[in-house]
């Protein structure tokens, strides 16, 4: 089934240990639709201005991600500057130019109104809920938000997070959200606010799923936590979009199922983890845009490989 | 086949957001002893004062822990005093009183000296090269270090570190240790200093094995890495010996094998994560007493069961 993503696309600007790239493409909604484009039809929300080229679009067909409502804006597009250092697990933002997002107001095109997977990409949690009430064939809903929406934003966020079958959102995130330090209890404390599943991502550790004490895949108990691996990487070349990524992957495998099931969710987590891999190799989404489903698949076995216990050697 | 273990018997006072415990039991060897003592023999060579009590030697004891090589000095026994906060993932040390440990100067009881399996704790790097020395039947030696030594004892450390089949550190010592940020790279240059293989443990999110390029299981492929998952707890109560506990489960199930083969090897690291994550559950080596093997065993299952794509629900 096809995922509808409303989120940004924008122009990136990254220096690494590995290098310098100035405005290359970039955004959350972009490497998710990227990374689901390998598992199910993506169709996107965004807006960008006149800076945004027929290459750029290129890079949407060329996956053949429904790209019809992306709007254009007089101005420019939304500009992140960024860098990394050390570990490369925590980004510092240089600058953060919104130029057209700053009045991104969403508009669904007719077409999309018949989405039943919906992800809400990190964007003001106002939109978020706004989006969500006007998709009405939507079955699913995942999420994603960020330290200054919690922080400034709780009342709204709320409203969101009630909605969400799967919040997907980094240790941070977690604990800032649900103000525990010690991760069970933070796990619990944002399942209580609403979200059926919380995904939370550890970086180059992995991600560990947590289930909400009510029915998710129509059972009677709740399923246990599940930890998925993350792949040790000699080089990280560009962590921006990894976790974004990871959703793409994610979402993009659920939406392909016929059926939710803990099987599936579990499958589900190792191939955002694959994506995720792959997502860091290059600079912005260029490892994405040139993956194989036959790489993909190579990769998830490698992922059960390093982390079961029967694995061939 | 029984291991011998030479490293620090110690009080240990804490405080945790759980509570507080005075000059309670412990030391690396002790949580090692305890942990391995529930898969195979263990034998224990440390030094400890006259505060050292039969209530202490019967801890020993009662899980058939050969102690004969703990030596009573005059004075008192090593003191450590340390205090967690926020994630309780590392330890403040508000004071380490040396004592007796000050002088120690390991002897081998005569009828320790067919050991096999060697596990070198956390002392003085020149004093874990003594042992091994003087253990002529040992085929496998497994180590830790620790910060203090990685800065200011780097030559006496290097001669340990080539003697070694496991070398188990956490990531900052892996780092230190290195001088590389990139956890791949970090295991690499690690590996180039001796070990056989390498064991990083990463607290509340599992432990990662790293083998070297040489003949290590008898094969002519090198094995990929590893991932262990760690268990996540509600109630980390106190985090004082998690590692060594890990080590304890993880070099007992080793060395109770007839064979080491990498399945066996991965299991070990899963045994290790099992230890660990009793230890933490109470304060010192209160919960290593009394764990039976069937909860180990159900506790094993279920780690398997947060990591495997096929678990049952």
Chains 1, 2 share one sequence.
């Not at 939710?260 to 290059?282: D, H």
Request: glycine share 8%.
């Amino acid at each position: 089934m096809a995922i509808l993503v409303v989120g940004s696309v924008a122009f990136d600007s990254i220096e690494t240990p590995h290098g310098k790239r100035a405005k290359i493409l970039g955004g959350a909604a972009t490497h998710f639709a990227l990374a689901a484009s390998y598992f199910t039809d993506v169709r996107v929300i965004a807006v960008v201005g006149e800076d945004f080229l027929p290459e750029h679009e290129a890079v949407f067909a060329a996956r053949k991600i429904d790209a019809r409502g992306i709007e254009r804006a007089p101005g420019l597009t939304f500009h992140w500057t960024g860098a990394y250092a050390g570990t490369l697990n925590e980004a510092q933002t240089l600058g953060t130019d919104l130029n057209v997002f700053e009045r991104f107001e969403p508009k669904i095109p007719e077409a999309y109104l018949d989405t039943e997977y919906l992800f809400l990409a990190n964007i003001d949690p106002v939109l978020q809920a706004r989006v969500r009430s006007h998709m009405p064939k939507v079955r699913m809903v995942c999420g994603d938000t960020m330290n200054y929406w919690i922080k400034d934003h709780a009342a709204n966020l709320a409203v969101v997070l009630r909605e969400l079958d799967v919040l997907l959102i980094n240790d941070a995130e977690a604990r800032m959200l649900s103000g525990e330090q010690n991760s069970v209890r933070a796990a619990d404390a944002v399942l209580a606010m609403g979200p059926k599943s919380l995904v939370v991502k550890h970086g180059e550790y992995g991600a560990t799923a947590f289930f909400c004490n009510r029915s998710f895949f129509g059972m009677e108990s709740v399923p246990r936590p599940f930890r998925a691996p993350a792949l040790p990487l000699a080089e990280v070349v560009d962590p921006t979009g990894a976790g974004d990524s990871f959703a793409g992957g994610f979402y993009g495998y659920l939406a392909s199922q016929p059926e939710l099931t803990p099987a599936v969710f579990r499958k589900a987590m190792f191939y955002g983890g694959v994506m995720g891999s792959f997502a860091v190799e290059r600079f912005g989404t260029e490892r994405l845009q040139g993956v194989t489903r036959e790489e993909i698949d190579a990769r998830f076995e490698l992922f059960r490989e390093i982390s079961h216990l029967d694995s061939a050697v």
